[in-house]
Every structure is written in C-alpha cells, then in structure tokens.
C-alpha cells in the first residue's frame, strides 16, 4: 500500500514570496503519477500539477514548480510570487497506473495555505 | 480536460431516510468511478471504486450495504446513502480517471464538485 505524508499543516506566505509545501510518499510501485491538487473554499478539487515517475525532470506550471526527488521519495511543491488566489488546502497525491488498485488516488493530510496581503 | 458533475449539491434529508448522489462523466466515458468522503478540515479518503457493469470495490471499513453504488452506464455512477444518520453527514466526491489530452491512456483524475450531505 502507498502512504503520502505532509508533514506542514499549515503555512502561510506574504504576497508576492515565494513557499515550499513538502510531501514525502511511500511506495513500491514503479509507475506512478504524482499530484498536487489545491482545494479552495468552494471545495472543487483543482489540479496544479502533475509528474510521471519515469521524467526525472521536474514539472513546472507558470507560477508552480516541483522538485522530485525519486530516490528520496519527495515531491514538493513551490508556489512562486504568491498571490492571494492562492489561498486553499494543497494535497498531495499518489496515482498508480498498473496492477490492482490502478488509478486510485492517496491523498496526503494536505496543507492549509495562507496568503497575507 | 474533462468534466465531472454530480448532483446535487447540497442535501438534507432527515434521519433514516435514503439518499442518491449522482456522478455523471459529460464530455468523455468512464468505465470506472471512484467515490471520497471528506469531513471538514479533513483530507479525502477512498470510499469504493465504482466500475461500470460490475460490482463496486468498498475500502475496509465502508459499509457496503449503506452506501450502495451502482455504476450502470459509462457516464453515470450513484451512490445511496441508505438509512442515512448524522454521523453519516459528510462532504462526498466523485472523480474519474481519464487522459488531460483526451487520449487511451490515464494521467489524472477529473474530479465532481462534490455533494454536502446533512443528515438531521
């Protein structure tokens, strides 16, 4: 079974700084996706990021960027120049593609993040 | 991407009663469902995998007999709450695998809005 452990309850940024949300999983699978999502106040998961297990190149999304460290089995996320949209709970999520229990998502305790003005 | 809506929204019902949440795939078809609950200030945990023309896959410790899916077509799977207690209140979220570019393969999860379920 996998385990996604975030280990930062809550955090909280000043406009414009830059964050680091850590997550650190579990796992014995070779293939796999990695997640964070980010949820707001109206509850709708929202997708921020996505890494294959397989890219040893960290993904990046405008303002969002990981660092994946394979071997450590770390994935955290930076929100660069935070802006106050990006106040939410950030989880971080483990995805299996093969074998029994494919495509289901484990979820971290997630991350509440506070972006001061 | 894709997109996932459920129905409805928000419900109260009364103690013991029955309940059914919708999740509905509208742009792409989804042969298999997965069904989270989340209470406040709580992360999601899996609940059931829902895979459509079969019997749905219950996490240990969800009753199967209270909530009970039913995943009859590629677009559509449902879940009752049936006998539904307060305990049972709870925000509840559908999502489907699928792939972002609309291709065979899977690389993320497209999630429902979610369902708020009161029980009094």
């Known amino acids: 079974a996998q385990t996604v452990t975030q280990s930062q309850p809550e955090m909280s940024v000043q406009e414009a700084e830059t964050v680091t949300l850590s997550c650190t999983y579990d796992t014995s699978e070779s293939n796999y996706y990695l997640f964070w999502y980010k949820q707001p106040p109206s509850r709708q998961m929202i997708l921020v990021i996505r890494?294959?297990?397989?890219?040893?190149q960290n993904a990046t999304e405008n303002r969002f960027s990981v660092n994946f460290q394979k071997a450590a089995k770390s994935f955290s996320l930076k929100i660069s120049d935070s802006q106050l949209g990006d106040t939410a709970m950030y989880f971080c999520a483990f995805m299996k593609t093969s074998g029994a229990g494919s495509y289901q998502l484990t979820f971290g305790k997630g991350t509440k993040l506070s972006v001061i003005p | 991407g894709a997109v996932v809506s459920q129905h409805p929204s928000w419900v109260i019902c009364k103690s013991g009663t029955s309940v059914k949440i919708e999740c509905r795939s509208l742009d792409f078809q989804a042969t298999t469902m997965f069904w989270y609950r989340q209470f406040p200030k709580q992360s999601l945990m899996l609940m059931a995998t829902?895979?459509?023309?079969?019997?749905?896959?219950?996490e240990q410790g969800v009753e199967k007999d209270k909530f009970l899916i039913n995943h009859a077509s590629l677009t559509l799977s449902t879940l009752t709450v049936t006998s539904a207690h307060p305990e049972d209140s709870s925000f509840y979220i559908c999502?489907?695998?699928?792939?972002?570019?609309?291709?065979?393969?899977?690389?993320?999860?497209?999630f429902g809005p979610g369902t708020r379920l009161t029980v009094l």
């Open positions: 829902s895979n459509e023309g079969s019997k749905a896959t219950y």
């Open positions: 890494q294959e297990a397989y890219k040893q």
């Open positions: 999502s489907a695998p699928a792939s972002f570019f609309g291709g065979i393969g899977v690389d993320e999860q497209f």
